[in-house]
């Protein structure tokens, strides 16, 4: 190894050691811990299990529950924020006049921090002194017990999820519009099409890896959600707002099954890459697409 090899080691050893500290070591830990019946508060030493944990978990009906609840979630919250991301990124592409106002006012709501944005939605959604309960009155209706409600409680996480991750998707698509070539849209205009057919064969292929990616990253933090649901639910009423990362922080954390909570965090990393391979050969392999920009 000469002298130009070994430097370029030297740099990337601060680096390595970060990464493997960071990640691999807890990925391992991880990975260890799920095969015993590792229980914090125990004086014993933890017992190899084999896969006990992992078909004790398949088989908790609570945890099929928290899938069903992440993947609906998932599949509700990405379609909406896309649609609506679209929506605003095609209307202020078309104004002429307020971008920078409406622009710096559509993004805000992704600029706050997740604590922040539920705590702020706990207050308006309160049934006793909420706005939101204030304002149905007005109108004859409510109160309504938004975040207690069997019925109500999924979907207002949903409503706060989407007003909150909206902007990001307008964000990504909005650079996109603005890198289509303008020549394409007047020779488009000059052979006639009308607009229907320009957003369809010329804006929508142009931005079509963007919309991909936003697709891509949005499912995978989807699958992440925890924050909005364990401050203004806790995973209830009755589980029907558990998700995977809830039921996890329930048995993992604060019952401390050390052993029995990693089995379920990698049931969800599964899921999770289960998903992203699919999804990504799927948009490449069938549609062309390539996500990168």
Do not use: C
Not at 68 to 90: D, P, Q, R, S, Y
Not at 119 to 131: A, T, V
Not at 224 to 231: A, E, H, M, P
């Amino acid at each position: 190894m000469d002298s130009k090899q070994r430097f370029q080691w030297a740099m990337l050893a601060p680096v390595i050691v970060l990464l493997t500290g960071l990640t691999v070591f807890p990925i391992g830990y991880t990975i260890l811990n799920s095969f015993t019946d590792y229980y914090y508060l125990a004086n014993e030493s933890k017992q190899f299990v084999g896969f006990a944990n992992y078909i004790k978990v398949i088989q908790d009906e609570v945890f099929l529950k928290a899938v069903w609840n992440t993947v609906k979630f998932m599949v509700l919250a990405v379609t909406a924020e896309i649609a609506l991301g679209l929506g605003l990124a095609v209307l202020v592409e078309s104004l002429k006049r307020g971008l920078k106002i409406l622009r710096i006012s559509f993004l805000l709501p992704s600029l706050l921090p997740p604590v922040t944005v539920a705590l702020i939605w706990q207050m308006m959604l309160s049934n006793h002194n909420g706005i939101i309960n204030h304002l149905l009155s007005y109108f004859g209706g409510g109160p309504f017990n938004f975040l207690m409600d069997i019925h109500m409680a999924f979907y207002a996480i949903l409503f706060i999820d989407i007003w909150q991750w909206t902007p990001f998707a307008f964000l990504l698509i909005y650079a996109a519009l603005q890198a289509v070539p303008k020549l394409q849209y007047d020779a488009a205009k000059v052979d006639g099409a009308g607009k229907g057919r320009i957003f369809l064969h010329i804006t929508l292929p142009n931005i079509m890896p963007s919309l991909l990616m936003v697709v891509l990253l949005r499912t995978i933090d989807t699958f992440r959600l925890f924050d909005k649901v364990n401050i203004l639910t806790g995973g209830g009423p009755a589980n029907s707002t558990t998700t995977i990362t809830q039921y996890i922080y329930r048995h993992g954390v604060y019952n401390l099954q050390i052993g029995y909570g990693a089995a379920a965090s990698m049931i969800m990393v599964l899921l999770v890459l289960t998903f992203s391979i699919f999804y990504i050969k799927r948009s490449i392999g069938g549609n062309g697409h390539d996500l990168r920009y």
